[in-house]
Nanobody, 126 residues
Framework: QVHLAESGGGSVQTGGFRRLSCESS????????MAWFRQAPGKEREFVAA????????HYADLVKGRFTIARDNARNTVYLEMNDLKTEDTADYYC???????????????????WGQGTTVTVSS
């Protein structure tokens, strides 16, 4: 069993920075593909970024590429999402997710992930 706990959400102005954290218990993050998804009000949950356990390969959604960075601290068993140059359209609930699946083509799919956190809300205002 894997338990994921997100933190770091809050309010920020456009162009600002926010770092989200996801602490994993029950399974090391090095053995697991970890990802961030987000869901805005009235919209479907969408992929943001993933980092594979096997080789730390990072994969990003086009909308956040160049602005967001996913990183992993093995000692803390924690995955981070560093968000720069935030836009109002980044406003959403952000969810951490985990899977043992390492297949690149599957990393963007919600259904690939077995374990999910409760989410943390990021609000970007102008």
């Amino acid at each position: 069993q894997v338990h994921l706990a997100e933190s770091g959400g809050g309010s920020v102005q456009t162009g600002g920075f926010r770092r989200l954290s996801c602490e994993s218990s029950g399974r090391a993050v090095t053995m697991t593909t970890m990802a961030w998804f987000r869901q805005a009000p009235g919209k479907e949950r969408e992929f943001v970024a993933a980092i594979r356990g096997i080789d730390s390969h990072r994969h990003y959604a086009d909308l956040v590429k160049g602005r967001f960075t996913i990183a992993r601290d093995n000692a803390r068993n924690t995955v981070y999402l560093e968000m720069n140059d935030l836009k109002t359209e980044d406003t959403a609930d952000y969810y951490c997710a985990a899977t043992t699946n390492e297949i690149l083509s599957a990393l963007q799919r919600v259904g690939t992930y077995v374990y999910w956190g409760q989410g943390t809300t990021v609000t970007v205002s102008s």
